[in-house]
């Protein structure tokens, strides 16, 4: 039997991040976006800057319910991160980003460069048109990266994260103006002016 050529092949990158979770298939995500029940108030829930889930002033330890409350995380219109079910709306704090990219698998180089990043929760997320990078300025003069998940949600890359898609950076022009930058997904991802970097 010979494979359909319409077919996409595999991409290598998140290939890789799935085996070392063990290849395990990946149920999808709830409709939280279909839903629309009651805003029912906040609640005491923080996610920290580090992916940490707090529940009144405590850690959240269990993993698997920490992956559940992920899987039902919306950004509201107004900005609001909230909790959604079917029948109740929740708020939340976020420190920062609601997620963290903890891990990234690279390959190919220049524009053909394929990344895919694994975030605290096990989501596998790929650099493409759906899933961009944004960066923003640190209070060091630096940057922070963030790759989107889904829905208006954000990773924040991990500091040695950061660190490697600085050493794939180069410099070009863009527009007249002189960018340092990431070139992957098929385009140039502009970091910082130049003489900022």
């Not at 698997?64 to 991160?81: C, M, N, P, T």
Request: proline share 8%.
């Amino acid at each position: 039997m010979t494979a359909d050529a319409s077919e996409a092949p595999p991409d290598p990158t998140l290939s890789r991040l799935s085996a070392a979770l063990g290849g395990l298939p990946r149920r999808g995500q709830p409709p939280v976006e279909d839903w629309n029940p009651p805003y029912c108030g906040e609640i005491d829930m923080r996610i920290a800057a580090d992916g940490t889930w707090f529940h009144n002033g405590s850690p959240i330890r269990r993993p698997a319910l920490v992956k559940l409350f992920a899987s039902i995380l919306r950004r509201e219109a107004d900005g609001r991160i909230v909790l959604v079910t079917p029948v109740e709306r929740v708020g939340i704090r976020v420190d920062d980003a609601p997620f963290v990219a903890v891990e990234m698998a690279v390959d190919g180089a220049g524009e053909a460069r394929r990344i895919g990043f694994r975030t605290n929760v096990d989501d596998l997320v790929p650099l493409d048109a759906e899933h961009g990078l944004r960066f923003e300025a640190d209070r060091e003069g630096g940057f922070r990266p963030y790759i989107h998940v889904r829905r208006g949600l954000w990773a924040l890359l991990t500091r040695a994260l950061a660190y490697d898609l600085a050493g794939m950076g180069e410099e070009r022009d863009v527009d007249g103006t002189r960018w340092f930058g990431l070139a992957a997904a098929g385009r140039f991802h502009p970091i910082a002016p130049a003489e900022a970097a």
